[in-house]
């Protein structure tokens, strides 16, 4: 569940809309959250926002009132995912640097660290993060209480539900997450034009790419050996190796079949193979 925040009066312009890697930040946010997850990804926006092409996949949700911060949108979240899931990955739309890795590492808590916890809370950079935390989804009428009273701090809802918190070693015991963002930029976010300025600065993630049978023939390289690229989309990935991706490729994310999304976004370890359509199925 991605929380779409409006304007930003230290930004001037939604955040949501805000370019990345010739995606939005939105789109990227959100690929990465269904790619960290099984189950519906849905997007909660203030009355009337405009947002960017999205996905037909996820669902876009209005909060009934505006002005009442992430808490509306938790509860309008919370409500719509729990009638078929038990938990959510809650987070906002300016965590450019989300890895799929760390939304796993939030969701397997729930499992592994405390099965009996209602939220799994991270505590990084020095800070809670209630926006790229697990909740569980029952718990959406006790945060609708909240906003009712107008108690729209997240640490109100934590005052009275089981809370796991994940400081940076907790986080950090998981190897995956270890290998792949070891300095938990996964919380990084983007609050004025200068922090975008200096997101936007830092080079694309490192993914491989590898290509298969007749479509290697089609890459500069013409090689099917493993290649190292800087790239934070599919698209992005296909452009680096010097292919063509069209209607004869698919791609796939570390085995995992995309088709044809040209914006699925990518992170840092990420393997991206192209083959042939016929082969692909």
């Known amino acids: 569940m991605v929380l779409a925040g409006g304007r930003s009066s230290r930004m001037g312009a939604p955040k949501a809309a805000l370019e990345w890697h010739g ?43 505006e002005g009442l911060g992430p808490m509306q949108g938790i509860a309008v979240g919370l409500k719509a995912v729990a009638v078929d899931a038990d938990l959510a990955f809650v987070c906002s739309t300016d965590l450019p640097f989300l890895h799929t890795a760390f939304v796993r590492r939030v969701l397997r808590a729930f499992e592994d660290d405390q099965p ?48 796991l918190r994940l400081d940076e070693a907790a986080l950090l015991s998981d190897h995956a997450l270890a290998a792949v963002d070891p300095d938990l930029d996964s919380v990084v976010n983007v609050n004025d034009a200068d922090d975008y300025a200096a997101a936007r600065a830092r080079p694309a993630p490192e993914v491989t790419v590898q290509c298969f049978g007749v479509v290697a023939a089609r890459t ?9 690229v800087l790239a934070a989309t599919v698209q992005a990935a296909a452009d680096a190796v010097g292919l063509t991706w069209d209607r004869h490729v698919l791609a796939a994310i570390n085995g995992d079949q995309t088709g044809r999304d040209a914006k699925q976004p990518l992170v840092r370890g ?8 016929a082969a692909g199925g």
């Open 23 to 65: 995606s939005t930040l939105l789109r990227h946010v959100v690929g990465i959250v269904a790619r960290g997850q099984q189950g519906r990804v849905v997007v909660v926006r203030a009355p009337g926002q405009l947002l960017p092409a999205l996905p037909d996949t996820v669902e876009v949700l209005e909060d009934s009132r």
């Open 116 to 163: 009996g916890a209602e939220v799994v809370l991270p505590l990084a950079h020095g800070f809670p993060q209630p926006l790229a935390a697990g909740y569980r989804t029952a718990l959406a009428a006790k945060v609708d209480k909240l906003v009712e009273a107008e108690r729209l701090k997240p640490s109100l809802l934590f005052e009275d539900c089981d809370v």
């Open 220 to 228: 500069a390289a013409r090689t099917r050996k493993p290649q190292l």
């Open 270 to 277: 990420d393997s991206v193979a192209f083959l042939s359509a």
